[in-house]
């Protein structure tokens, strides 16, 4: 499986130079979207393998498979790395379906956010801070809920994202692990939790 992923580019670019006029094609964004598109359904078919090892408490073997992934090629298209742009899309789509989901009064969604952005590493910090951001910024939220929101954020300090950095493969590794495993922790967190809902 390594070396399928390792190759992947090498395949990819061998198969436009082998068609008629490829090295124009090549030159074009529709080689660059299949390119990129390749990148990202291997990402997160091993981001998604690094979950289910997750869940069967197998944290080694959701190391390796984001080890796999970092060693995917940088999306040139994106300007990201497929691994770094996924984790953090599923650290979004967490936070963002569980807004979706909830009553207007439920707070729950934001109690855990603040909760972790408290009490987590720096990288988790920083992909939830921008997750926030974002949902501030993209959602209608009630005016105290918006405010405690920000009050939460304006104390996490500014840096970049995943997607905007350019990480040796095991530094990225590395901060995919801890935002799969924070995803998980917002997850189960707001699952558990039976605070916030006001009547």
């Known amino acids: 499986m390594d070396k399928d992923m390792q190759g992947l580019s090498e395949r990819i670019l061998a198969e436009y130079a082998n ?3 490829g090295d124009v094609e090549l030159a074009s964004d529709r080689a660059l979207h299949r390119y990129s598109r390749a990148g990202q359904d291997g990402a997160e078919n ?3 393998k690094a979950f289910d090892a997750l869940d069967s408490g197998d944290r080694d073997r959701a190391r390796r498979y984001l080890a796999t992934a970092s060693r995917l090629p940088y999306d ?3 300007r990201s790395h497929p691994l770094a742009w996924t984790v953090h899309m599923e650290l979004f789509n967490i936070v963002s379906d569980t807004v979706e989901h909830s009553d207007e009064r439920d707070t729950r969604w934001l109690d ?5 952005l408290a009490h987590s590493d720096e990288t988790a910090r920083t992909e939830l801070r921008d997750v926030l951001k974002t949902i501030d910024h993209d959602y209608r939220l009630g005016k105290a809920e918006s405010r405690t929101l920000r009050a939460a954020i304006g104390r996490v300090p500014e840096q970049p994202s995943l997607p905007d950095q350019r990480l040796s493969e095991s530094a990225l590794a ?3 692990l801890v935002v799969v495993e924070l995803c998980r922790a917002y997850h189960e967190a707001v699952e558990h939790s039976t605070g916030g809902a006001t009547t």
């Open 19 to 21: 068609r008629g006029l």
């Open 46 to 48: 091993l981001v998604d």
């Open 76 to 78: 040139d298209r994106e």
């Open 112 to 116: 855990v956010a603040i909760d972790l």
């Open 174 to 176: 590395e901060s995919a």
